[in-house]
């Protein structure tokens, strides 16, 4: 008799904003990896009210924990891009327990994508917050993906961008300066690091 190949599903929790204590689905697959909590905490106590109706967008989406956070926490609309078809599916059931209303989700390749929310951002000309968490190079196939990533973010158009923010691999420096962005600070969690960057003077 065949085994069961079902998908384990994780859960985690919002941990602050309105929908505290809301529980999320994480499928158990390698393309994903759950942003860890103390990350998570970290990220949105520095981000912490600066958020309020402005836009978030979670550019390699995956079940949608960091733009979810967002939403709970006040944004005015979150935007996540996801292309494995489980997990996008796991996203929209994710957005659909919060707040479908504040979010626009795309089932894609992020890389091919990417312009259908700059399009939108531009329209709404609301300030935004991108974050970016590209697949650890670590994976087979992910050699360039941050030079890929990089290539991403020169699209960005700086007036209307608040900040950019990428969690990568500790091990991995990026540049002080990238085109109109400045590095403002680093910020290390085992493997994984958050590096955040504004505009320069």
């Given amino acids: 008799m065949k085994k069961d190949n079902k998908i384990k599903i994780f859960t985690t929790n919002i941990i602050g904003g309105k929908y505290k204590g809301k529980s999320i689905e994480i499928p158990d697959i390698n393309t994903t990896r759950g942003s860890k909590s103390i990350l998570r905490e970290s990220l949105f106590n520095t981000l912490q009210f600066d958020l309020i109706d402005k836009n978030f967008v979670e ?117 002080k300066e990238l085109g109109e962005f400045k590095l403002k600070k680093k910020k290390k969690f085992g493997r994984s690091s958050l590096s955040y960057f504004i505009k320069k003077d």
Avoid: Q, W
């Fill in 59 to 175: 550019v390699f989406g995956g079940s949608g924990s960091i733009g979810l956070e967002a939403i709970s926490r006040g944004v005015k609309r979150a935007f996540f891009i996801e292309k494995n078809r489980v997990v996008y599916n796991t996203l929209e059931k994710n957005i659909k327990s919060l707040d479908s209303s504040r979010a626009m989700s795309i089932y894609g390749d992020s890389f091919e994508k990417f312009d259908i929310i700059l399009e939108e951002i531009n329209r709404d000309k609301t300030p935004t917050y991108f974050y970016f968490d590209p697949p650890f190079s670590t994976r087979d196939g992910m050699d360039d993906i941050y030079d890929k990533t990089l290539d991403l973010i020169s699209k960005i158009d700086i007036s209307t961008c608040e900040m950019v923010i990428i969690e990568h691999m500790t091990k991995l420096d990026f540049p």
